[in-house]
């Protein structure tokens, strides 16, 4: 059969163009005629949403927290206001729990094994602040060091907190005692009809007097101490847990910033003055004149064992330090200015509130620091004196235990940490120990939230070693732990002698209100007058 030369397929005709739709081709060019940058933007944000609450639900896993997290932000704006009754209900939602707020994803660890756990393992974890920490204390500050340099560093710090270098430093602070007490009474005197003064400001610019002068002495002016005083609330406020991770032009953490430099300056300047005092030969006065004078006997004995190799052992300080500049030292006085300002002012202000609410406790606390004192109330400190006031230290213990002036001690975790069997926080994760939890345990302390100074002498209070968590536990335990207990108790005390004060309670008196510590919502109202 003839074969018919004349048709050709279609489709075999390169001359003849195809009339077919490739499906997946038309769907491609369909999607892409459709997009433009309004659509791209809107799906690139919907896929960093996606990412950002898988992110949030990978990390929170089988731990107590919210289902889901406000993109990116978190519960930042609700935390920009702080109320101790959410942070008492995420404390009792679980003994691990969470938030994600911006970039950081948060672990709380409530109980007091948890915290415990925390706080004693620094293989896992270390230390931290919130983002602009370094940028306000500086990178090379102390405080960021981990393992054997933390380690070496704190050794070298240790004398300074000695009973011996302890009592050194009581005349000072009662110098500023006297002086503040003084203005307590002139402020009150100026009242018209004996009208109340919230004196939580007051006792935050006595508190930071005590430091200032217990730190670097008489090498700082009174002026620069209330400037100090006044501008500190605003490197509190740019340190809070949750804040802007940047420095923006007059924002909390700009003002925050600017105080620091302001505090650095001024401590540098000590720094250069201690040094050349301490040079000459002059006795210590303070924690600045007890650190520099170890430098520069670390420093004579390194000469000398240059010039003669058969220096004997016993020459040898306990302790060699290098000397460290100006403003490295105002560095590390700085950190304790950080570690006490905000912790004292608060412990100080419940204090004060706490006697003029319960007259039968504060008539102890006098007749015991006058019992001491052989019944001279203008005998000055010693050791001796503090160490004999038993009640006093417990009535400051329980005022700690009571309103604890830090409630969480935030800390990152360094590699995966497992905090339980079923529970690992990831890599860079913050890991924060809860305070307020352990300490009104009603397993440690009957009656958690009454006030009873008496549970710390004829109770069981100090039984419950592993619930007091005022100071942490751990390597970063507070080193000035034994310092500031005593400046309460010798603050509280000379109070109790010459001072009478009545506290005006308003119904916010007994709320909290959350401000890196803790302080009465209405700021503490008193009136002083001169005690007989």
């Given at each position: 059969?003839?074969?018919?030369?004349?048709?050709?397929?279609?489709?075999?005709?390169?001359?003849?163009?195809?009339?077919?739709?490739?499906?997946?081709?038309?769907?491609?060019?369909?999607?892409?005629?459709?997009?433009?940058?309004?659509?791209?933007?809107?799906?690139?944000?919907?896929?960093?949403?996606?990412?950002?609450?898988?992110?949030?639900?990978?990390?929170?896993?089988?731990?107590?927290?919210?289902?889901?997290k406000m993109p990116f932000i978190g519960p930042f704006l609700s935390s920009m206001n702080p109320k101790m009754d959410e942070y008492k209900a995420k404390w009792e939602s679980g003994d691990l729990s969470c938030v994600s707020v911006f970039h950081k994803f948060v672990v709380m660890a409530s109980?007091?094994?948890?915290?415990?756990?925390?706080?004693?393992?620094?293989?896992?974890?270390?230390?931290?602040?919130?983002?602009?920490?370094?940028?306000?204390?500086?990178?090379?500050?102390?405080?960021?060091?981990?393992?054997?340099?933390?380690?070496?560093?704190?050794?070298?710090?240790?004398?300074?907190?000695?009973?011996?270098?302890?009592?050194?430093?009581?005349?000072?602070?009662?110098?500023?005692?006297?002086?503040?007490?003084?203005?307590?009474?002139?402020?009150?005197?100026?009242?018209?009809?004996?009208?109340?003064?919230?004196?939580?400001?007051?006792?935050?610019?006595?508190?930071?007097?005590?430091?200032?002068?217990?730190?670097?002495?008489?090498?700082?002016?009174?002026?620069?101490?209330?400037?100090?005083?006044?501008?500190?609330?605003?490197?509190?406020?740019?340190?809070?847990?949750?804040?802007?991770?940047?420095?923006?032009?007059?924002?909390?953490?700009?003002?925050?910033?600017?105080?620091?430099?302001?505090?650095?300056?001024?401590?540098?300047?000590?720094?250069?003055?201690?040094?050349?005092?301490?040079?000459?030969?002059?006795?210590?006065?303070?924690?600045?004149?007890?650190?520099?004078?170890?430098?520069?006997?670390?420093?004579?004995?390194?000469?000398?064992?240059?010039?003669?190799?058969?220096?004997?052992?016993?020459?040898?300080?306990?302790?060699?330090?290098?000397?460290?500049?100006?403003?490295?030292?105002?560095?590390?006085?700085?950190?304790?200015?950080?570690?006490?300002?905000?912790?004292?002012?608060?412990?100080?202000?419940?204090?004060?509130?706490?006697?003029?609410?319960?007259?039968?406790?504060?008539?102890?606390?006098?007749?015991?620091?006058?019992?001491?004192?052989?019944?001279?109330?203008?005998q000055n400190f010693s050791m001796d004196i503090l160490e004999k006031m038993s009640y006093t230290r417990a009535v400051v213990k329980e005022t700690l235990r009571y309103r604890p002036p830090v409630i969480m001690v935030p800390y990152v975790a360094k590699k995966n940490f497992p905090i339980t069997?079923?529970?690992?926080?990831?890599?860079?994760?913050?890991?924060?120990?809860?305070?307020?939890?352990?300490?009104?345990?009603?397993?440690?302390?009957?009656?958690?939230?009454?006030?009873?100074?008496?549970?710390?002498?004829?109770?069981?209070?100090?039984?419950?070693?592993?619930?007091?968590?005022?100071?942490?536990?751990?390597?970063?335990?507070?080193?000035?732990?034994?310092?500031?207990?005593?400046?309460?108790?010798?603050?509280?005390?000379?109070?109790?002698?010459?001072?009478?004060?009545?506290?005006?309670?308003?119904?916010?008196?007994?709320?909290?209100?959350?401000?890196?510590?803790?302080?009465?919502?209405?700021?503490?109202?008193?009136?002083?007058?001169?005690?007989?």
């Open positions: 059969m003839a074969t018919n030369g004349s048709f050709a397929s279609p489709v075999a005709n390169a001359d003849y163009p195809p009339s077919f739709d490739d499906g997946a081709e038309g769907i491609l060019a369909q999607l892409y005629s459709g997009v433009n940058g309004y659509s791209l933007v809107i799906f690139t944000f919907l896929l960093l949403v996606a990412y950002d609450q898988l992110r949030y639900i990978w990390n929170k896993g089988s731990i107590a927290g919210p289902a889901w109980s007091r094994d948890m915290a415990r756990k925390v706080f004693n393992s620094p293989d896992f974890v270390k230390p931290c602040l919130v983002d602009v920490a370094q940028k306000l204390l500086r990178p090379t500050n102390w405080v960021f060091l981990d393992g054997r340099a933390h380690i070496d560093y704190r050794k070298g710090l240790n004398s300074l907190f000695t009973r011996q270098a302890l009592e050194t430093y009581l005349p000072g602070q009662e110098e500023v005692y006297e002086k503040y007490f003084a203005r307590f009474l002139e402020i009150s005197q100026n009242e018209p009809n004996g009208k109340p003064v919230p004196f939580m400001p007051m006792f935050r610019e006595l508190m930071c007097a005590v430091s200032c002068r217990t730190f670097v002495g008489h090498y700082i002016s009174d002026a620069a101490v209330k400037k100090i005083a006044v501008d500190y609330y605003k490197v509190t406020a740019a340190l809070e847990l949750v804040n802007f991770p940047i420095i923006i032009p007059f924002t909390r953490t700009w003002y925050g910033k600017k105080a620091s430099d302001m505090v650095l300056n001024e401590f540098s300047i000590c720094a250069a003055k201690s040094k050349a005092r301490m040079k000459a030969g002059g006795d210590i006065t303070c924690i600045m004149d007890g650190w520099i004078k170890s430098m520069l006997d670390s420093e004579k004995h390194r000469q000398n064992v240059a010039k003669d190799s058969t220096v004997d052992d016993s020459e040898k300080p306990a302790m060699l330090l290098r000397v460290f500049s100006d403003f490295e030292i105002a560095q590390t006085l700085f950190t304790f200015l950080f570690a006490s300002q905000d912790a004292t002012s608060s412990a100080s202000t419940w204090l004060f509130q706490l006697m003029a609410d319960r007259p039968e406790i504060l008539d102890r606390v006098r007749e015991e620091n006058l019992a001491v004192r052989n019944g001279d109330k203008f069997d079923s529970y690992t926080a990831s890599k860079g994760s913050m890991v924060i120990p809860c305070i307020w939890p352990a300490l009104h345990d009603p397993e440690a302390y009957a009656r958690p939230d009454y006030f009873d100074p008496d549970r710390w002498i004829s109770g069981d209070a100090e039984k419950a070693a592993k619930n007091w968590l005022v100071f942490g536990t751990g390597p970063h335990y507070c080193i000035g732990q034994t310092y500031a207990l005593n400046n309460l108790i010798a603050m509280i005390g000379k109070a109790s002698m010459h001072l009478d004060w009545k506290h005006h309670i308003t119904p916010l008196s007994e709320d909290i209100k959350v401000f890196a510590t803790l302080f009465p919502m209405d700021d503490c109202p008193l009136v002083f007058s001169q005690r007989d």
